[in-house]
């Protein structure tokens, strides 16, 4: 018996990519399927993440033509990592395995052999992790270095640094159903299920055409909430500051009143006040920063509202 591989691929605003996208991913699975490596009833996902172009018409599109692309058009667009689990949760009981990938072919379509081959010999993660980051700026490939280095040292895991191109089997997948959070971090959260994983390298290449989706606003946001989604060392940071202020000034304060009683009052000295309560109101506004953050987490959680709602599912019976 062949593999039954699932493709997820999220789609927000790729008219101008899907064409390629498809036509590549197509001649890879008439390879495969020829290789008798995946079985004919494979099929490519498109999720639709409520596009405002003609996507989700092209996928209607590339539907109709050929049985091997699959489509779902999620209601309205709730973001990368909602649309990605949107579709890894609709097509896993269908599947042997999914492999997730971005539309925008900066992801190795070659890779998925060795993804598969990682597959067939026991792993059920297998992780896209790009040995080279030169297609994308300087800054954001600092950025991001910097960022898995600080997840690394305050999580209790550390995170392959991969940009959601990674296959899981459907005992992964059934794993990661069991997650009920609203603050989705898949990266973060795939690694704590634990089963066998590997590691396959790749070269990540331009985006084909189109924008990237994620500008710096959106970067910012992503890496807080995949800081806070994953670790509470930010909080108990704070409360070793907090405490080491404390104490800081519980002695200076001894020392103050030691000095007016030894020396008389000093007048003197407002400068220095100014400075401690300025430093000392921006140290709480960012305590409280943090909290908040959390809370606000909290918060959507507790509301428990849907991650997506799929309108349609567009998949020919297996
Ligand atoms: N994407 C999505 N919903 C969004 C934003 C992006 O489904 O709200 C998809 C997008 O179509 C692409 C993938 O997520 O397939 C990654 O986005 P992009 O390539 O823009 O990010 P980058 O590679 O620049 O980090
Ligand atoms: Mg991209």
Redesign the pocket.
Same mark, same amino acid.
């Given at each position: 018996m062949t593999t039954i591989l699932y493709m997820v691929?999220?789609? +927000?605003n790729?008219e101008q990519v899907l064409d390629e996208t498809s036509h590549r991913l197509k001649s890879k699975y008439e390879a495969l399927i020829a290789e008798q490596k995946i079985s004919t009833k494979s099929r490519i996902v498109y999720v639709n &993440?409520g596009s405002k172009d003609k996507t989700w018409e092209k996928i209607q599109e590339k539907h109709q033509e050929n049985q091997m692309f699959s489509g779902i058009n999620l209601s309205r667009?709730r973001?990368?990592q909602n #649309?990605l689990l949107a579709g890894l949760m609709t097509v896993r009981a269908l599947a042997d395995c999914v492999i997730s990938m &971005? #539309? &925008?072919l900066?992801d190795d379509i070659d890779a998925i052999d060795k993804m598969l081959e990682a597959f067939e010999t026991g792993s059920d993660v297998v992780y896209g992790v790009r040995d080279n980051r030169e297609t994308d700026t300087v800054f954001k490939r600092r950025t991001a270095g910097a960022f898995y280095k600080l997840m690394e040292g305050l999580g209790s895991q550390s995170i392959p640094n991969h940009a959601d191109f990674r296959l899981m089997s459907q005992r992964a997948l059934d794993g990661l159903a069991q997650f009920p959070e609203q603050n989705l971090f898949l990266r973060g959260m795939v690694p704590l299920i634990g089963y066998p994983s590997s590691i396959v390298y790749y070269k990540r290449g331009e985006?084909f055409a189109g924008e990237?989706? +994620?500008p710096l606003k959106k970067m910012v946001s992503f890496a807080v909430d995949g800081i806070t989604s994953t670790s509470a060392a930010p909080m108990r940071l704070i409360f070793w500051t907090g405490l080491v202020c404390f104490l800081g000034a519980l002695i200076w304060a001894i020392y103050i009143i030691i000095n007016h009683f030894m020396y008389g009052p000093d007048v003197a000295g407002w400068a220095s006040l100014m400075v401690v309560i300025i430093g000392f109101g921006g140290a709480i506004l960012l305590a409280l920063g943090v909290i908040g953050e959390y809370i606000g987490k909290i918060f959507l959680e507790v509301k428990q509202r849907p991650r997506y709602l799929v309108e349609e599912f567009l998949n020919d019976e297996v």
């Open positions: 691929v999220p789609c +927000y790729e &993440d667009n973001g990368h #649309a &971005d #539309a &925008d900066q985006r990237s989706k +994620y």
